[in-house]
């Protein structure tokens, strides 16, 4: 029996085990906060109904006692999440052996930080974790029903798909190898095995930057498909966002109170996304009096100006060839495009997909390969998916971290993961 | 439409694109073999029934050209799957530009290894890697509807579990970081927020030796929970075995043909397994004059043994405490074992799950970390989660690579993961 199904027990006696959070007394009455691994709840302790001894326990309750209660499960509006609990018996299970570290005034996030395995007990971060599954199980199960395949690619590369400069290197037994970014190059090796297929694990950035999108380990899934038309490709991304916040919505309403979301905005996502070119985009910009050269990036300041225009996430298509990864095919209608896409969250979130499709031409590859500085000899392998058996293929990477940050309505991204990785952070 | 389904389609025309993987002809007949992403099928190419053109460029076609074809779908007890195509039009969708490396007669594990970008794509490696997939959404699946949450655990981390011998080591930002070999600890930090958590994910191991059961980049799904018993943990990671089975057995039937799996020997894989003692394992290789002497792991050799008496896993529990982490908790009955379980798979797997209580006392876990030899100021992070809130916990970690091994009858655990990664390989 879990705090979260208290809706489903109102009146009745139930039993529960839970983690004393917070306490507050009045002489004849104790209100004592206590969480589950489902939600929490207040638990008033009458003094008239509990015996003497259960009574005087409560007064020396810490937090982060452990405790197993009888307890009758009443409607209270003015709780938070509707229930509160009035205790009938109680008895100890586990005390804590010390003051607990996290004080109940707010605290800096680095002090938080330090306390993470901690922390990470708060309501709030709990919640967080507990939508993150679902995330990630929704999108798996999005993918599997649809024929996909499961096919992790290796965290440990000898080349880089685009430069080394952001990539960790490890000492592999003398050798230096490097930490996968993503594992697009080689989806596109198993694709052309299994047709439909995804990886789905961590990612390794060498970020200096501290921004409050950026992490050094993260996650993400890429989808990778033959035949993939452009459209094909957003519309599977499309399908998949909106399968997220379907089932965040349905099986999460109490972990989105916690959090003090605001569900309308979840709610006003509905296929189909508004769809755009790059160059419709740089127009809207202008529109909002800002001025953006074509043939740049968006950096997070245009990203926000455009997501803010629409109440769904905003895919742009067709953004300049120059700035996207050699691999991506250049538009048949004018090759300064590439057929690629991202999708960027609303409520400023920036950027959550970015994908397109591939080129699989050699001839052309090769010549892109040139032309991005790159050395031909770390991409035979993934120029023999040409040589032999090439057809029209592609796909997307959608983050993690940032779709949760943004289905949560969260600041920053290092809430999203249990154990955040920054630059100066790799502890606990 | 794939090439699993000609099932449900003989005797009628069916439309299938697939790639030529051989092709032998006796003049006015070609037989061409095809592979999609699904299996793999003979096409009957007679000249009488296709156009005298489509006859000609079958006797062009080379390995790896992509063909889409119409062809009737006819019963052929011969045919290892069962069913033969009969071609009656094709259209060339691609055609590779160079001859294919991979020869038809057999090759050496390190050619074919160079190209496993390009090997995966022969029929017995894709029946792999789809059985993989489905292992890990079968696991994935289990756990989920279970109530199970996936928190995934930190690859970078700065302290190691057991010391650092078998770490990579990275270079973060000047510092030095190690990728974690189990989220272990970490997953304990978690169950004591969500009660029942697991990760899953890449692991790493600087493994110097060269056996068929190693490599540095492994997978592994590790679950956690609350009041977890020694014998719950059994029965979780038994259960999971048997649901990964069974689905195995309701969905990849042609896999396991195209590996020649013998399937009766996972027929008989049903819970209850049995279990027995570490002392009972002993007295039974003792009957089968093997000399194991008590107080030691057992090996390779050993676990052949045992497992070998069994048709399903055996679950052998209360191993000497010594020989096992300090994490782990001592008998009640006998401090020199520990509540301990490792599951071996049958017919010669060896150890496929590793699990046990942890020690949920403070008191004896600083003794236990200063047995041990480590630091306890690495571990403050992890004594805090028995410092506050404490209670009975344990899980089980379960090797992806050595559980598609044995479900899949092959030999050695590289063929396992699309691309695996050893001390002498880390491309492509």
């Excluded at 205790?87 to 005390?95: A, I, N, Q, R």
């Excluded at 452009?230 to 109490?254: F, K, P, S, W």
């Excluded at 949760?404 to 920053?412: M, N, T």
Aim: charged content about 25%.
């Amino acid at each position: 029996m879990r705090i979260s199904e208290l809706k489903d027990f109102v009146d009745q006696q139930v039993e529960i085990t839970g983690w004393v959070i917070g306490k507050r007394s009045s002489g004849k009455i104790h209100f004592i906060l206590i969480r589950d691994s489902s939600a929490f709840c207040q638990v008033v302790v009458a003094e008239k109904e509990v015996h003497p001894e259960v009574f005087e326990q409560c007064k020396h309750l810490n937090i982060e006692t452990v405790i197993k209660i009888k307890a009758l499960a009443v409607e209270e509006p003015r709780a938070k999440l509707g229930y509160e609990l009035h205790l009938k018996d109680m008895e100890v299970l586990s005390t804590p052996v010390d003051e607990y570290p996290i004080p109940r005034k707010p605290s800096g996030p680095d002090f938080l930080l330090n306390y993470r395995h901690l922390w990470i007990r708060s309501p709030r971060q709990s919640a967080i974790m507990r939508i993150r599954s679902k995330v990630i199980s929704a999108i798996r199960n999005y993918l599997d029903q649809q024929g996909f395949y499961c096919v992790d690619t290796p965290i440990f590369t000898a080349s880089s798909c685009e430069g080394t400069t952001t990539l960790f290197k490890v000492d592999y037994f003398n050798q230096d190898v490097f930490l996968a970014q993503t594992g697009q190059l080689y989806n596109e090796a198993t694709a052309l095995c299994l047709d439909k297929v995804y990886c789905f694990g961590p990612s390794f950035r060498a970020e200096k930057s501290k921004t409050r999108r950026h992490l050094t380990e993260f996650w993400q899934v890429e989808p990778e498909f033959l035949f993939a038309r452009l459209e094909d490709i957003i519309n599977l991304a499309e399908g998949m966002i909106v399968r997220i916040v379907e089932e965040i919505l349905t099986h999460h309403q109490i972990d989105l109170k916690i959090l003090d979301r605001d569900i309308s905005k979840l709610e006003q996502v509905k296929a189909p996304f508004p769809r755009m070119t790059y160059d419709q985009a740089l127009q809207l910009l202008q529109e909002k009096n800002i001025s953006a050269e074509w043939g740049k990036d968006f950096g997070a300041p245009e990203e926000t100006k455009i997501s803010e225009s629409f109440n769904s996430p905003v895919c742009i298509h067709r953004y300049p060839s120059a700035i996207k990864a050699f691999y991506m095919k250049q538009a048949p209608e004018d090759n300064r495009l590439a057929l690629g896409v991202d999708i960027l969250a609303p409520e400023g979130y920036g950027e959550i997909v970015g994908g397109g499709v591939r080129e699989e031409d050699i001839a052309i590859l090769e010549q892109r390969i040139d032309q991005h500085q790159l050395n031909r000899d770390d991409y035979q392998w993934y120029l023999d998916l040409r040589r032999y058996g090439s057809v029209p293929h592609g796909g997307f990477g959608l983050g993690i971290e940032r779709t949760v940050a943004w289905i949560c309505g969260i600041h920053h991204i290092r809430e999203t993961i249990a154990f955040p990785r920054t630059i100066d952070r790799i502890k606990p």
